[in-house]
């Protein structure tokens, strides 16, 4: 079985473009996060979706929007990219939008954006 | 606010016993998770405490006092494969399938 499925990998920027990430969760996984992971830090909430409906917003400026398709892959857009964006960007995925339990997060690999 | 503090850096040598400790200040949460990352890669999940004690999951335990604000995670028999960073994790009451994680301790374990 595939797991979370990111693309692309490694991408680069300069100041000021937009960004498109991808995201495939698990089969069967309806609930989408995304995190934003500086280097050296832990990874940051900034989106979950569930059943295409964001149900929780990190503390991320308005440059930033997600979505969820009917199957269940998501996207990350970036607008006016800033140096500061550079980072690592995770996707995960869950089987339910929340629980009382570990409510275990599948991660993706991530996408590496490089602003210059 | 919400914090999760833990040491940045653990060194170890093959076949010994690490502890990496985490303390937290938040209000109301489900249990701690610890995730594993190797290289910035995808960061999987380890172990989770939602009671008061300890779980042990093969060479990995995990502790949680919710009295004390603090948790550890206990790799036993160290193998170089462990040399990853590791990350504490909350999730919140009101806060959906957010986790909230530490800034993460990389480990480095030694010949």
């Known amino acids: 079985d595939a797991g979370v499925t990111q693309s692309p990998t490694h991408l680069i920027k300069t100041r000021g473009q937009h960004v498109t990430l991808r995201c495939s969760p698990i089969?069967?996984?309806?609930?989408v996060s995304w995190y934003q992971q500086v280097l050296g830090q832990g990874p940051q909430f900034i989106f979950q979706?569930?059943?295409?409906?964001?149900?929780g917003r990190g503390n991320f400026p308005d440059r930033f929007s997600a979505r969820q398709f009917p199957n269940y892959s998501s996207e990350l857009n970036v607008n006016a990219l800033l140096l500061g964006d550079s980072a690592l960007y995770l996707c995960?995925?869950?089987?339910?939008?929340?629980?009382?339990?570990?409510?275990?997060?599948?991660f993706g690999a991530g996408s590496r954006l490089t602003v210059l | 606010g919400q914090s999760l503090e833990q040491p940045s850096e653990v060194t170890a040598v093959e076949g010994a016993i690490v502890q990496i400790n985490c303390t937290y200040q938040?209000?109301?949460?489900?249990?701690l998770s610890w995730y594993q990352q190797h290289d910035g890669g995808a960061p999987t999940f380890l172990s989770y405490?939602?009671?008061?004690g300890l779980e042990e999951t093969g060479r990995f335990s995990s502790f949680l006092s919710r009295s004390d604000s603090y948790g550890y995670l206990l790799l036993q028999e160290l193998q170089m494969k462990d040399s990853a960073s590791y990350f504490c994790?909350?999730?919140?009451?009101?806060?959906?399938?957010?986790?909230?994680f530490g800034q993460g301790t990389e480990l480095s374990v030694k010949p």
């Open positions: 979706y569930y059943e295409k409906e964001e149900r």
């Open positions: 938040t209000s109301g949460f489900y249990g």
């Open positions: 994790a909350v999730r919140s009451y009101n806060q959906g399938g957010k986790l909230i």
């Open positions: 405490n939602a009671l008061d």
């Open positions: 089969s069967g996984h309806k609930s």
């Open positions: 995960a995925s869950s089987l339910v939008e929340r629980d009382s339990g570990a409510n275990v997060l599948t």
